[in-house]
């Protein structure tokens, strides 16, 4: 009698392909051969079909065994339905009110505050735990000690894998080409940060850059006054390096550039009358000077576009990967000045408005620039402030996280459920903004004016996981937990749909 085990592997490789984890793991429980079959094949299919990005676990999770890869993703989704995590500060607080910003790649993170810049690296854990997170050093940007050159904005730039060259640009005007190296220490010691630095033509009337983003070897700015420039680094960072020029008109804040989908793209939040403006690159790498589509909220997309409220968009991201809409890249999440978020699916043609005025703007090809709808809008019932920020990640690859204007608070919804949306204090409950944040598959960091700080929902996470803070008493508003769970630190959440009362986490 012909048994399943007979069957060609070829044909039981596309037996396991649907299989979800429940049917895996009793698969591999019947016989040895279905347990090396699922070892061999399912688990792998299993991951493809569940993707979960994550930049600071990537080094750990080539090395794990595609069955140990599952299991952290399946712990970590069940931490997030349960939304528990370990709450931890990564230094202590800074001198002053800074303005930070963060930039992260598979080794390290950047914390840009201030003129200096502060690298924490992504390790490999020794035994099943979750990746450690070490503080490597800092440098100082600072060229006169007697002036102030704050950092505005960075962003890591392709180098061939090295992680260790960015784009940073300062308050002054001045953008510069910043290559770290890191000096290990011979006697275990801590290691040093050092870097070389080289001047990158600055934006037109010196105006300061709001928002840097690369992708593969293209490098999008954006300066406060609405200038936008589009431009390659294979030729480095000289004066003659072609680029795409645009002047939006308007006060910039943040940009976000996609060359995957089927037409590349450039996104830019501004503060005017259309604050979210969709702009084609062309074949040749040019920005079109004409808006491809305009993304408005659902009053404003049936408004003619002479009578549109002002408003301003302070933050981008590319929308969740599992999503209703499918992990398009043409599917943006965007944080707004009145406390929504609003995502938008730029395929969504039936979203858009029927009559948007005789004053409409044109686009490259002559038609008009459609105004398009929200797909979802998302706020925290409790709170009216800002967006400033916002990325996506998280559980089953399908939440939304929002920092948001004071408090230091963060939002987080699952889009597959966005009525279930909570919202979580930092660590030492800071009276700040989050300015930048970053949602991977189990973590979320964040920074606000005094700190950046990280939301682990993965499993197997100690005190040895982050950078140790000084027992201090009294000091930065944290308060340590007590017990089994000293990994952690004790910060107020909420519920959207609750009364709005903070419970301690």
Request: glycine share 8%.
């Given at each position: 009698?012909?048994?399943?085990?007979?069957l060609?592997?070829?044909?039981l490789?596309?037996?396991?392909?649907p299989?979800?984890?429940?049917?895996?793991?009793?698969?591999?429980?019947?016989?040895?051969?279905?347990?090396?079959?699922?070892?061999?094949?399912?688990?792998?299919?299993?991951?493809?079909?569940?993707h979960?990005?994550?930049?600071?676990?990537?080094?750990?999770?080539?090395?794990?065994?595609?069955?140990?890869?599952?299991?952290y993703?399946?712990?970590?989704?069940?931490?997030?339905?349960?939304?528990?995590?370990?709450?931890?500060?990564?230094?202590?607080?800074?001198?002053?009110?800074?303005?930070?910003v963060?930039?992260?790649?598979?080794?390290?993170?950047?914390?840009?505050?201030?003129?200096?810049?502060?690298?924490?690296?992504?390790?490999?854990?020794?035994?099943?735990?979750?990746?450690?997170?070490?503080f490597?050093?800092?440098?100082?940007?600072?060229?006169?000690?007697?002036?102030?050159?704050?950092?505005?904005?960075?962003?890591?730039?392709?180098?061939?894998?090295?992680?260790?060259?960015?784009?940073?640009?300062?308050?002054?005007?001045?953008?510069?080409?910043?290559?770290?190296?890191t000096?290990?220490?011979?006697?275990?010691?801590?290691?040093?940060?050092?870097?070389?630095?080289?001047?990158?033509?600055?934006?037109?009337?010196?105006?300061?850059?709001?928002?840097?983003?690369?992708?593969?070897?293209?490098?999008?700015?954006?300066?406060?006054?609405?200038?936008?420039?589009?431009?390659?680094?294979?030729?480095?960072?000289?004066?003659?390096?072609?680029?795409?020029?645009?002047?939006?008109?308007?006060?910039?804040?943040?940009?976000?550039?996609?060359?995957?989908?089927?037409?590349?793209?450039?996104?830019?939040?501004?503060?005017?009358?259309?604050?979210?403006?969709?702009?084609?690159?062309?074949?040749?790498?040019?920005?079109?000077?004409?808006?491809?589509?305009?993304?408005?909220?659902?009053?404003?997309?049936?408004?003619?576009?002479?009578?549109?409220?002002?408003?301003?968009?302070?933050?981008?991201?590319?929308?969740?990967?599992?999503?209703?809409?499918?992990?398009?890249?043409?599917?943006?999440?965007?944080?707004?000045?009145?406390?929504?978020?609003?995502?938008?699916?730029?395929?969504?043609?039936?979203?858009?408005?029927?009559?948007?005025?005789?004053?409409e703007?044109?686009t490259?090809?002559?038609?008009?620039?459609?105004?398009?709808?929200?797909v979802?809008?998302?706020?925290?019932?409790?709170?009216?402030?800002?967006?400033?920020?916002?990325?996506?990640?998280?559980?089953?690859?399908?939440?939304?996280?929002?920092g948001?204007?004071?408090?230091?608070?963060?939002?987080?919804?699952?889009?597959?459920s966005?009525?279930?949306?909570?919202?979580?204090?930092?660590?030492?409950?800071?009276?700040s903004?989050?300015?930048?944040?970053?949602l991977?598959?189990?973590?979320?960091f964040?920074?606000?004016?005094?700190?950046?700080?990280?939301?682990?929902?993965?499993?197997?996470?100690?005190?040895?996981?982050?950078?140790?803070?000084?027992?201090?008493?009294?000091?930065?508003?944290?308060?340590?937990?007590?017990?089994?769970?000293?990994?952690?630190?004790?910060?107020?959440?909420?519920?959207?749909?609750?009364?709005?009362?903070?419970?301690?986490?």
């Amino acid at each position: 009698m012909l048994t399943l085990t007979a069957l060609p592997v070829d044909i039981l490789i596309l037996v396991l392909e649907p299989l979800g984890l429940h049917e895996l793991t009793a698969l591999s429980l019947t016989c040895h051969a279905f347990y090396s079959i699922v070892e061999e094949y399912g688990w792998s299919s299993y991951l493809r079909a569940h993707h979960r990005p994550s930049y600071s676990l990537s080094k750990a999770r080539s090395l794990w065994s595609p069955r140990i890869r599952a299991r952290y993703d399946v712990m970590t989704d069940s931490a997030w339905t349960r939304s528990e995590f370990i709450a931890r500060p990564l230094s202590r607080t800074w001198a002053g009110k800074l303005q930070p910003v963060l930039a992260i790649s598979p080794s390290r993170m950047i914390v840009g505050a201030g003129s200096n810049l502060y690298s924490y690296s992504f390790g490999v854990p020794k035994a099943w735990s979750s990746p450690p997170v070490a503080f490597e050093g800092a440098v100082s940007l600072m060229e006169n000690p007697d002036r102030a050159r704050n950092i505005t904005a960075i962003s890591f730039i392709e180098d061939g894998g090295l992680d260790a060259t960015l784009d940073v640009a300062f308050q002054d005007g001045a953008i510069e080409r910043v290559r770290i190296t890191t000096t290990r220490s011979q006697t275990d010691g801590p290691s040093s940060l050092s870097c070389s630095r080289s001047n990158i033509t600055p934006m037109p009337n010196g105006d300061f850059v709001e928002s840097i983003t690369s992708e593969s070897n293209i490098v999008l700015a954006l300066s406060s006054n609405g200038y936008a420039r589009l431009s390659s680094n294979r030729t480095g960072p000289s004066n003659t390096t072609p680029y795409s020029l645009i002047d939006l008109k308007s006060r910039s804040w943040v940009s976000h550039l996609c060359l995957q989908a089927s037409t590349p793209y450039a996104v830019f939040g501004t503060a005017s009358t259309t604050p979210l403006n969709v702009h084609a690159i062309t074949d040749g790498g040019q920005l079109s000077s004409q808006p491809l589509a305009i993304l408005h909220t659902r009053r404003g997309a049936d408004l003619p576009i002479d009578k549109l409220p002002s408003s301003a968009v302070y933050g981008l991201a590319r929308g969740p990967m599992n999503s209703p809409w499918g992990s398009s890249p043409q599917i943006l999440v965007s944080g707004w000045f009145d406390g929504q978020v609003r995502c938008y699916d730029l395929r969504s043609s039936s979203r858009t408005s029927r009559d948007s005025g005789p004053c409409e703007p044109s686009t490259p090809t002559g038609g008009s620039a459609p105004l398009l709808r929200p797909v979802l809008s998302l706020a925290d019932r409790w709170s009216y402030e800002p967006i400033y920020s916002v990325s996506c990640g998280g559980g089953s690859a399908s939440h939304i996280a929002a920092g948001t204007a004071r408090h230091s608070v963060v939002s987080f919804w699952d889009v597959r459920s966005p009525a279930t949306g909570w919202s979580v204090h930092a660590p030492g409950n800071d009276p700040s903004p989050v300015y930048s944040v970053v949602l991977e598959s189990s973590r979320f960091f964040g920074v606000t004016q005094s700190r950046p700080f990280v939301y682990d929902f993965g499993p197997g996470v100690s005190l040895d996981t982050y950078p140790p803070i000084p027992q201090v008493r009294g000091i930065d508003n944290l308060k340590q937990k007590k017990g089994s769970n000293r990994a952690t630190y004790h910060v107020l959440r909420y519920e959207h749909n609750s009364s709005g009362l903070c419970n301690e986490h």
